[in-house]
Each structure stands twice: as C-alpha cells, then as structure tokens.
Nanobody
Framework: QMYLIESGGGSVQAGDSVTLSCMASGPAVYRFRNLAGGWFRQTPGKVREFLAAVSWDGSGTRYADSVKGRLAVSKDNNQNMLTLQMNHDNTENTAVYYC??????????????WGQGTQVTVAQ
C-alpha cells in the first residue's frame, strides 16, 4: 500500500500565495518515484476539477487552461513529495484540494492513488 497525505491548507487572504504539499508513505512508497502526480480540487455540489499534472521525474507539467499561469506543480522523488504552489486571486478558489498519483501521464481524470484532501479557504 502507498498513501498520499496533503498538507498546507487552511485560511488565506485573496492575493496570498499558498504551497500545498503531498507526502507519499507506506510499505509500497518505492512506487512513488515511477508515478506521475496530479492535483485536483472540489467544491460542494461540483465535480472534481483537474488542475495540474507532473511527470514521474518532474520534467514535464500540464495545467488546466483555467489555472494556467497561477499554479506551479513539482515532484521531488528524493523527498517522496508533490508540491502545488498557488496564487489565490479570489474566493472562488475556496475548495478541497487533492493530490493523486498514477502510472499514466498526463492524466486529467484517472489516478490509482489519492490523498484525503486538504481544505483551502480564501477570504477577501
């Protein structure tokens, strides 16, 4: 088993920059270095939205058009970690943010491994 755990969420002011981290762990954590990573977000009543994907070695990235230029995704295989840096323009970015990992890249939907999510609340 491999587990993904997000951290870095909380309450932020519009205009702030926030960094979310996603740490891989578990008996099968060795799988992480060969997997691509992804970030998603979800608000109540809406489907989960793809934000960004990163290749297994961190050399390739893909972003949703709606967030391009405002996010930066990275992967550190030495630390078993995914990172998402965000600039929060407005309260519409309030959501639960999820990290994910899968052997396919770039994937905008299917991922084998998911974190439990971290809440980010953006206030004016």
């Amino acid at each position: 088993q491999m587990y993904l755990i997000e951290s870095g969420g909380g309450s932020v002011q519009a205009g702030d920059s926030v960094t979310l981290s996603c740490m891989a762990s578990g008996p099968a954590v060795y799988r992480f270095r060969n997997l691509a990573g992804g970030w998603f977000r979800q608000t109540p009543g809406k489907v989960r939205e793809f934000l960004a994907a990163v290749s297994w070695d961190g050399s390739g990235t893909r972003y949703a058009d709606s967030v391009k230029g405002r996010l930066a995704v990275s992967k550190d295989n030495n630390q078993n970690m995914l990172t998402l840096q965000m600039n929060h323009d407005n309260t519409e970015n309030t959501a639960v943010y999820y990290c994910a990992a899968d052997s396919n890249y770039p994937s905008r939907d299917h991922y084998d491994y998911w974190g439990q999510g971290t809440q980010v609340t953006v206030a004016q």
